[in-house]
């Protein structure tokens, strides 16, 4: 590979979400949450890293810092961000050709221009390829010059309204359809040998105006900034996009937090019936038993990473702006020179998207339900040089192709569970990023 070389300086606060607005057109990658301690968006690509096997995540780890020893920062200063990777993968390790067709199995991208937000604080970097010949000296004029010429141009431009559609409409997944596989996914586990699945179903979405992602994910961050929300844009045009609130793991330094996520119901119309729903979803057996074998799922996956695992006592209920669910908070600290993707590969799929087994799960839904993942529920986030970083699962999200978009929600179907309850949970989560969309609609 190419020697690449990073310059970055302060800049003036700036919305990323604007800032990707600024970079319509291209390839964009975008990552924020008041819960991150860092908050990245990024315009084009200057190299990135892939890969295809059933190890792909592994193998990323593995490729990670030989990557890092390509970079010179031109202008290193204790005060600026280092260069991180942006990037994900699809929730099975192969897809089927079609309308993901420009997202890779598993890959780290490394933007050519990048808006970093870091405790309060901005930076704007530019990463450049070297050829052969040129020189530090020369390629620092270089960096000096774009970047001036960049942010020049940015901040002489007005951005345009949001492309907002006024009118939209949606195409469901057939109930009875749906409801069968449920009944179908309830009789496999009361027959033995799996206990959990999780089901998802996609919905269409028509608008008459295309849509402007990066406006619908400010919406979405003023309406819950604890939620994730994250873009990944490798062709212009064809965006993956959602706000979740599940983090797959943090890592700083040989410390990580994760958290366990299962179980859900709606948020009540007024307060005294939220806290009457609330106290429902703690005391349901069939919701505690799914949040159950999530927490030790997670147990058996890290024990061979971890030096240290704590578990809350109980779980506490996460509340989001249409629905709640059971949520545990796990820490503990890692064997050194373990790096986030090693973690990722042991939790990719979670209980929480995947199932209990995780590989006869994972058989039921490639048979029973339906369509192509693609990155929904797979892991997305950022990655730096000692390994450290930040990942989420890629729930709550939709891929957004001009005015069109297929929102996805699942449920996790255990013995008990109630075909008609998992169609409504469904719902619950699909209308999340729809009713974003159609209220902006509403006010366009």
């Known amino acids: 590979m190419n020697r690449i070389v990073n310059y970055t300086i302060p800049c003036q606060p700036s919305s990323l979400t604007d800032f990707l607005r600024f970079g319509s057109g291209g390839q964009r990658f975008y990552f924020e949450s008041s819960q991150s301690q860092l908050a990245i968006a990024g315009l084009g690509i200057t190299a990135q890293i892939s890969q295809t096997t059933q190890n792909r995540f592994t193998n990323l780890a593995q490729n990670l810092r030989e990557f890092f020893q390509h970079i010179t920062l031109l202008n290193d200063s204790a005060e600026f961000p280092r260069p991180v990777l942006l990037g994900g993968g699809s929730f099975f390790a192969e897809m089927i050709p ?50 001036e010429t960049f942010l020049a141009r940015m901040e002489s431009t007005v951005p345009p309204e949001p492309s907002i559609p006024d009118e939209i409409t949606t195409t469901e997944t057939s109930r009875v359809i749906w409801q069968n596989t449920i009944r179908h996914s309830v009789e496999m586990i009361r027959q033995g040998g799996l206990k959990k699945v999780v089901m998802a179903r996609p919905v269409q979405v028509n608008g008459n105006r295309p849509v402007d992602v990066p406006a619908l994910l400010e919406s979405l961050g003023n309406e819950c900034p604890s939620c ?18 599940e983090r797959l793991v943090s890592v700083s330094g040989t410390k990580f937090t994760t958290a366990a996520i299962a179980g859900s119901i709606r948020r009540g119309d007024f307060p005294a019936e939220d806290e009457s729903l609330g106290e429902q979803l703690l005391e349901s057996h069939k919701d505690q038993s799914e949040h159950s074998f999530v927490k030790h799922d997670i147990r058996t996956r890290l024990e061979r990473l971890v030096a240290s695992l704590h578990f809350d006592f109980a779980p506490r ?128």
């Open 228 to 245: 994730f929300r994250f873009m990944f844009e490798f062709t212009p045009g064809t965006a993956f996009a959602g706000a979740t609130p």
């Open 317 to 444: 209920l996460l509340r989001l702006p249409n629905i709640q669910h059971l949520w545990t908070h796990i820490e503990g600290s890692l064997h050194p020179n373990q790096s986030i993707l090693d973690v990722v590969a042991a939790l990719h799929p979670t209980p929480a998207v995947g199932g209990v087994p995780g590989e006869a799960a994972m058989r039921l839904i490639h048979r029973l339900e339906g369509f192509e993942r693609g990155w929904y529920a797979g892991p997305v986030g950022w990655v730096d040089a000692d390994g450290n970083g930040d990942f989420v699962v890629g729930i709550r999200s939709g891929l957004f192709k001009g005015s069109t978009a297929t929102l996805f929600g699942g449920a996790g179907i255990v013995a008990d569970s109630d075909p008609d309850k998992e169609w409504e949970e469904t719902g619950l989560k699909i209308r999340f990023l729809l009713n974003a969309m159609r209220s902006e609609a509403e006010t366009a």
């Open 98 to 147: 079609g309308e993901w067709d420009s997202f890779p199995q598993a890959t780290l991208v490394l933007p050519r221009y990048v808006l970093t937000q870091v405790n309060g604080e901005y930076f704007f970097s530019i990463n450049l390829r070297l050829s052969e010949i040129e020189s530090i000296a020369k390629a620092s004029q270089h960096a000096r010059f774009e970047v």
